[in-house]
C-alpha cells in the first residue's frame, strides 16, 4: 500500500532513512529533523510483556504471519489532519505492518531484539530497541503512531497511548490494529495466548477507543470484526480531555 496523507502534499525530503542501531542515536528521517532519541531502552522499562516469546519465534514469524490490512491503516492514516511525513511503528517487531505503508519514513521500536534484526536485515527499515511506555523519541516528532496487532501484548497501556500523544505532533494520528476480545474468533484467541503463558489483554473496539479518548486523543472506531481498527487524532498542543472540545 503506498500512502499519501489527504491532508497536504508530502514534500519531497533529500535526506534518507538512516538505519538506528541503539536508543542512544537520533536517527536522521527527513530534511534536518530528526526522530531525536530521548532515553536508554535498557533503562526505566515499563515491561517487556511478552517479548520472550517473540525473540524466540523470530525466524518464523513472517512465515506464519499475513501482511498487515493496508486498507484498514490507510483509513486511519486519513483522519490525520497533517501530512504524514514521519511514522513510528510501535511493538513493529520484523517491520510487517510498516512494510505495508510506503511514503513516509519509517522507524520501527520493538523491545525484541532479535524480531528487530529481522525489520532491518530483511526489510531494510530504520529499528530501534524501545519500551512502548517510554519510547526513544523526543516530543512532537513524528506525524503518525502505529500498533498492529501488538497493543494486547503490552504491559503498560495507558503510559503507551500517553506516550503516543507525547510524541505526536498536533495533528497526527495513533492508529491501532487489535483483535476483538468480545469476537467468537477473538474469544479463542484469548483462550489460546493464556493457555500459552501469554500475558495479553485485549480490549473491545468501543473500550480501546475510550481509552484514547481519554488521554486526549479525538478516537473512532474504523472497522470491526475479529480484527478491527481505532484511530484518534492529537489535538492541538496544550488540549486536554478537559479542554473545550473534549
Known sequence: MEYQSRAAEKPTHPTPVSP????????QVAGDRPIQAACDPGTGMYGTGDVG??????????????????????????????????LLDVGGGSG???????GPDRLVVDVSRPMLRRARAVRGLSAVAGDA???????????AVLVVDAFHHLPAQTAAI?????VLAPGGVFV????DPTHPLGRL?????????????????????????ASGFDAVVIDRGFGYTVAGVRGEAGDTPDSPGH
Request: proline share 7%; charged share 25%.
Open 96 to 102: 510487517r505492518a510498516a512494510a505495508a505503508v510506503t
Open 162 to 166: 500517553d506516550e503516543a500523544a507525547r
Open 53 to 86: 516469546f517473540f525473540d524466540r519465534i523470530a525466524p518464523l514469524y513472517d512465515l506464519a504471519m499475513p501482511p498487515a490490512n493496508g486498507d484498514a491503516l490507510a483509513a486511519g492514516f486519513d483522519r490525520a489532519t497533517r501530512p504524514i511525513d514521519r
Open 176 to 179: 491501532i490494529r487489535e483483535f
Open 189 to 213: 484467541l484469548v483462550a489460546a495466548e493464556h493457555a500459552i503463558g501469554m500475558g495479553s489483554h485485549f480490549r473491545s473496539p468501543d473500550e480501546l477507543a475510550a481509552a484514547l479518548d
Open 133 to 143: 511506555g517510554r519510547l526513544p523519541v523526543t516530543d512532537n516528532a513524528v506525524d
Open 20 to 27: 538506528a542501531t541503539t536508543g542512544g542515536t537520533p536517527v
